[in-house]
DNA sequence: TTTCTGCAAACTGTTAACGGTTTTCCGTTA
DNA sequence: TAACGGAAAACCGTTAACAGTTTGCAGAAA
């Protein structure tokens, strides 16, 4: 049994769903919802005060995701990852982004590359020193990569895998896979070919970067 | 005003939304509901006598293939597609099915380049004789690529662009904007690579093949 | 005529209750 | 002791009703 938190910013416009799913997503991230765990509507909506049907909303969201796993009629349990999932997770990721390199380095857009570029300074200042932040960083830069492709359908694509790659990136800086300083390599090498309009490399650099993640994690995730 | 179906397959043990989600989606694709139009959940679920519950469910499903937006507070419009939709719908699809060609190439899973094959059969058959019959199998050869990937995820980012892809394929077809022959071909070349096992050309043949789809269409679909 | 203002109708987001299926638990039997 | 069976509780899918916001329209003002 666990307390779940509605985020601060309520009663707003927001359908109440969105912040369920927040709190929800937190509560697995967070680690206090553990994998094959069930998640009973009911349970979850007087926790939160609130009535079933946002609940179920909020549940559906994150199944999107990849969070949970919803059974009909039986109900529905957090997601458990094997190695088939990181595999899966990795190389769709992998073109995802590729493919969004290879957008954003035909737009030559100025003010994405700034960001980018902003990212991995962050990236540097943090170092091994701290992964959290540089963690965060990195993450900042892949979605920065993705939504400045322009692709919307790219992006949407991409923010429902979100939290799983967050995931990978948190384990991979916390576990001390890689080093940063070769983490950011991997981001610079992205960065010069989407300056220099090479479109061919950015995709391969970055489709190259988020799948060899994968193999890193596959052991360290499922032991 | 329209008559929406409920399917013939009804009191089993599926979801009610699933079954608006089917009447929708086929009025949608039939064009008695026009882009830009609005759905009313209340409307919708006493045409289908139902309550808006289900109705709710079956909008979230079809906003998330891409038929419909939904405008929180506003209301769920049917979608109106433009160039760059066209061009983030084929090439968005071109990375999934090239990754699919790729998973599939490594398999080597006898059955389901069976499978494939009998597809390209039944378009021969067709031929230019019958578009509706010939755009059946082009579809169901793409389904079955992903599918037979193995990658449940892949499959599942498909599953959510098919309807749109169908309606790509059955314009392309019905439109005679590329010949039936010139299409079984570049089917044949994708399957060829997969018989070899080569990753690299079947996952290059079903990204091209899936990709130059989109500027054949964005002339004739935004007309 | 055109623009603004306020009211009424319509619609979405949310809640609470119902019905039927699934799960759990306990007593019985082998 | 272990396996089975059935009743009771729990829970999901669905429905109907409520509340607040948005939209559309009618009449007033310019």
Redesign the interface.
């Known amino acids: 049994m666990i307390t779940l938190h509605l985020h601060k910013s309520d009663l707003v ?1 927001v ?1 109440l769903g969105h912040h369920a799913a927040d709190s929800i997503r937190d509560a697995i991230l967070q680690g206090s919802l553990r994998p094959d765990e069930r998640l009973v509507e009911s349970a979850i909506a007087s926790q939160l005060n609130l009535s079933r ?1 946002p609940v179920r ?1 909020a549940l ?1 969201q994150l199944a ?1 995701e ?1 969070l949970v796993v919803i059974v ?2 039986r109900g529905t349990f957090v997601s458990r990852l094997d190695r088939a999932d990181i595999r ?2 990795s ?2 990721r992998a ?2 982004e ?2 969004a390199a290879r ?1 954003l380095a035909v737009r030559r857009d100025q003010a994405a590359v700034d960001q980018l570029e902003e990212c991995l300074n962050a990236m540097a200042e943090a170092g091994d020193a701290d992964p959290v932040r540089f963690a965060t960083f990195d993450l900042k830069f892949h979605e920065t990569l993705v939504r400045a492709s322009g ?4 992006y949407h ?1 991409w923010a429902n895998l979100r939290t799983q790659i967050w995931m990978f990136i948190r384990e991979t800086r916390l576990g001390n896979l890689r080093s940063a300083e070769g983490t950011r390599e991997f981001h610079q090498t992205i960065v010069r070919a989407i300056r220099a309009g090479d479109a061919a490399e950015a995709e391969r650099a970055a489709r190259h970067h988020s799948e060899s993640t994968g193999p890193e994690l596959e052991d360290y995730l499922t032991r």
Chains 1, 2 share one sequence.
């Open positions: 416009g359908p049907g909303d559906r999107l990849g009909p009629r899966e997770i190389t769709l073109v995802i590729g493919l957008f692709h919307r359908r790219l694509s």
